[in-house]
């Protein structure tokens, strides 16, 4: 390219002055839209043919367009995301309601002007946020039919909001054109779920959610962040019989989900955390990083694209013994109740799960294939269940088996192994799974990462990579693996580069250094 051709004549201008002995580097600012740089670029031939004929004309509009533009982007290159972290309006805390609600987590989040608070399953694995809107078919709003709620759910209506309007169908982020008669006609959506025969549908608006701040330079204040949501007419299948009846917080890393469209304002940085306790609360936070004591394992594209956040499992271990053949790749899905795994290798894993387990094997109705009953008076010996990945990284399954509540009641305990065969090639990582963790979803650095900690001590959400500890639960209970040595956290892309060992004069040598440093400005204020 015409940019990378003139660093390198400055870079190698700039080294050939390292044998001379106070030689000042010099060199000649070009402005990006000179006579000088049009020529170079008229020079390279057709690399260059497409550039020419966007040239703005001197002092024309759109050449102080196009500076402007440069403008605003070295800014926010500055000034990174304006807050740190940002909170759904009630704190960021997730609830888990168990039976009741499908055994899905949810957070409050308030909508529109004036607020309209609604109650959301978070999904991470679709991008729509969807909520019962001028409805035809949806959900019972009644308190009074789950039993575990402590007010009525909300309905939202886009005539009573001043902030609300139509996302059109010319609009880039209208996904269905070509069921719209004309561009201005108002967008249409649907959405089907894994789930049989459940699906949401409807038309898409713009309006307003209302955040909470966790500012770099100010104390916590509200934010109006401008986001897409359905307006839920109809719903079908589970969505009509207790999973998520006030709606569903996608979070994937499609353009339309909550996470892009405030990383796209510059209002945080391109990831987001969730935090399940086991004690079924938990956190979501907007802008998370994590922490440096994280482990991680990147997120695996999709015919190219990263369009789900699949990540690749190398074995699945039980007990002390990794699986041969249990290679698979897996949706990190908090939507998904309980974990799916292929069948084949759901097959190996429950056979040696039940080899290891020290219960009575029975079979309950309705229910998971292995369960099993043990007396009270027994120590059940439950195997630990690992997922290792690559990099040496392993994530220790926090509580495997599901353990009948009403059993516990009796002389006896009834539990199950939470885990169900799939005809997919991938597996579903449900929420039963991500139990117990700090888990970041990086999309800037593309990478999934976990830490065990506190998530009810808001304040030790620190500053993303922060080298503190600010409340992480203790080093030995973050991790552990049996039969292996511990094995340090690897925070991929934030360890130095080492130098070339064919060329450690570049590093030692202050000419070079400072070479490099006016060609990095030189960079910024000509080509940005």
Known sequence: MAIGLLLWLLLAKGLAMEGAVGVTFSSRLIHRFSE?????????????????????ERNSSEYFRLLLRSDVTRQRMRLGSQYEMLYPFEGGQTFLFGNAL??????????????????VALDAGSDMLWVPCDCIECASLSAGNYNVLDRDLNQYRPSLSNTSRHLPCGHKLCDVHSVCKGSK???PYAVQYSSA?????????????????NGKHAEQNSVQASIILGCGRKQTGEYLRGAGPDGVLGLGPGNISVPSLLA???LIQNSFSICFEENESGRIIFGDQGHVTQHSTPFLPIDGKFNAYIVGVESFCVGSLCLKETRFQALIDSGSSFTFLPNEVYQKVVIEFDKQVNATSIVLQNSWEYCYNASSQELISIPPLNLAFSRNQTYLIQNPIFIDPASQEQEYTIFCLPVSPSDDDYAAIGQNFLMGYRMV??????????????CQDR?????????????PLPVDQQQSFPNAHGIPPAIAGHTSPKPSAATPELITSRHSLVSLLLICHLWLWLFC
């Open 36 to 56: 000088e740089a049009k020529a170079h670029l008229a020079s390279r031939g057709s690399d260059g043919s497409v550039l020419l004929q966007a040239w703005p």
């Open 102 to 119: 499908y055994w899905l987590h949810y957070t409050w989040i308030d909508i529109g002007t004036p607020n309209v608070s609604f109650l």
């Open 185 to 187: 006609d108002p967008c």
């Open 197 to 213: 025969n459940t699906s949401s549908s409807g038309y898409v608006f713009e309006d307003k959610l209302h955040l909470t701040s």
């Open 264 to 266: 796209k304002a510059g």
């Open 441 to 454: 979803f990086d999309r800037e650095n593309l990478r999934f990462s976990w830490s065990r900690w506190n």
């Open 459 to 471: 304040a030790s959400f620190s500053s993303p990579y922060s080298v503190g500890s600010p409340n």
